[in-house]
Structure formats: structure tokens, C-alpha cells
């Protein structure tokens, strides 16, 4: 049937394309994937799961949903090299925000500057508080009474740009470093797809280090 037999076609809104990159077990990116399924994160979609670690599980679960993935090797090769591919790749899918979901390796400057304030991370701590690695045990044997998770735009400095969002988590008496970083990891999949709804819904300003959610509208 011809668009003017049937009146004009219904505007879609065009969907967020989703680019996620990780290097291990996934599960960040399971939580996101599953929001966009249940409807909890709207207007968004995974373009691309992208690896730079042949088998890592995440890759295989992706290619379980149906989902296009892809594995750049990283190492042994120049890291500018290795980028230049990754971000070849990220176009190609026509990738509008990128998801570091355990993607374990530093992003070139040029990586960062090809996508400005189109990149997140999530750290499995209260930044600035521990970042690195062993976020979880830092924090744990420094002996914090909170804990918690951060999801942050990437700069070019380690776990360290515009913070979207964080949940806090109590540490508890009778916790090890594992049960704390297993309760982190349940506020991280709650903090992934909020923060990304908080970036794609676009109402917000970056004001210095700041991200500040514009007011609801009243009429
Ligand atoms: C998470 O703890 C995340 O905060 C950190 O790496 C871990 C990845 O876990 N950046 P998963 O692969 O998403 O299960």
C-alpha cells in the first residue's frame, strides 16, 4: 500500500544505537540488554557488542540474544591501531553512545575525542574513592562503611570524568570482599540503564564537573 493511499507514515523516533564493549563476563551488559527487553529503558538499541578478548562470555551471550558482535584482539598491538579499528567498527554500526560494560583497557585520546560526551563507564566504586583495579577490595579492606558504584562519562585520566550517577551499598559486619562486590554488582545493574536513560533522554547540562538533570517540565 502506497504512504498516500494510507495517509503519511507514523513518525518512529529513531532510537539510540548502543555500543558496548566489553572484555569478560558481561553481566553489565546482560542488565542493559534486559531493561531494553522489559521496556524499562526505552528509545534505545544495541547496535553492536564489541570484545577485545576472543571467548570472553559476554560475546557469547550476546550472540545468544541474536545481537551482532564483534572482537578486535588487543593485545600485542599499538593501542592507537587497535582504536583506530574499534572505532571504524563503532561507525560502521552507526553507534551513538558507547557503553564500557568491563572493558579492560584504556581508550587512546583520539578514541575519546571521536566520540565527546558519547561514552560511559561503570566502576564498582564511589569515585574518586578506589579507582582501578579491585575497586571492591579497596574499598573493603581500607574498611568503608559505604561502598557503592559510579556510572561516568570516560576523559582521557582513569575513572575519572563527569559522573552520571552513583548507588551506594552498606558494608556490613560480617562481609568478605566477595559478598561486598557481589551487592555492588546488583546496584551496577540497577545504575547501568538508569544512567543511560539519564544521558539519552538528553535533559541535562555538564556544568564544570557537574551533570545536572534539567527540571521536569510543569504547564
Ligand atoms: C564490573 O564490576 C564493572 O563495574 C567493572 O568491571 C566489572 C564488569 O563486570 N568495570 P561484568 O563483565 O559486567 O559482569
Keep these: 500500500m ?4 494510507s495517509g503519511p507514515a507514523p513518525h518512529v523516533p529513531k532510537k539510540t544505537r548502543l555500543g558496548i564493549l566489553l572484555s569478560g563476563r558481561g553481566s553489565n551488559f546482560l542488565a542493559i540488554a534486559r531493561a531494553i527487553a522489559e521496556g524499562s529503558l526505552a528509545g534505545v538499541e544495541i547496535a553492536v557488542v564489541l570484545s577485545n578478548v576472543v571467548g570472553a562470555p559476554g560475546i557469547a551471550a550476546a550472540r545468544e540474544l541474536g545481537l551482532p558482535t564483534e572482537c578486535f584482539v588487543s593485545r600485542g598491538r599499538p593501542r592507537a591501531e587497535h582504536d583506530a579499528d574499534v572505532i571504524a567498527c563503532l561507525r560502521q554500526h ?18 575519546i575525542a571521536a566520540y565527546p560526551d558519547r561514552i560511559l563507564n561503570i566502576h564498582p ?14 574499598a573493603f579492606e581500607y574498611g568503608c ?14 575513572d575519572h570524568g563527569v559522573i552520571v550517577l552513583q548507588r551506594t551499598v552498606p558494608v556490613l559486619d560480617d562481609d568478605d570482599a566477595h559478598t561486598l562486590a557481589a551487592r555492588i554488582l546488583e546496584q ?8 543511560i536513560a539519564r544521558v539519552v533522554s538528553g535533559r541535562y547540562r555538564i556544568e564544570g564537573r557537574r551533570f545536572v538533570a534539567h527540571a521536569a517540565q510543569t504547564s
Design 2 to 5: 502506497s504512504a498516500s493511499a
Design 94 to 111: 552507526r553507534v551513538d553512545l558507547i557503553c564500557l560494560a568491563g572493558y579492560m583497557r584504556l581508550l587512546s585520546a583520539d578514541f
Design 125 to 138: 566504586s564511589l569515585l574518586p574513592a578506589f579507582p582501578g583495579l579491585d575497586a571492591q577490595m579497596q
Design 145 to 158: 562503611t559505604v561502598a557503592g558504584c559510579t556510572v561516568h562519562f570516560v576523559d582521557e585520566h582513569l
Design 188 to 195: 551496577e545493574h540497577l545504575a547501568y540503564p538508569e544512567a
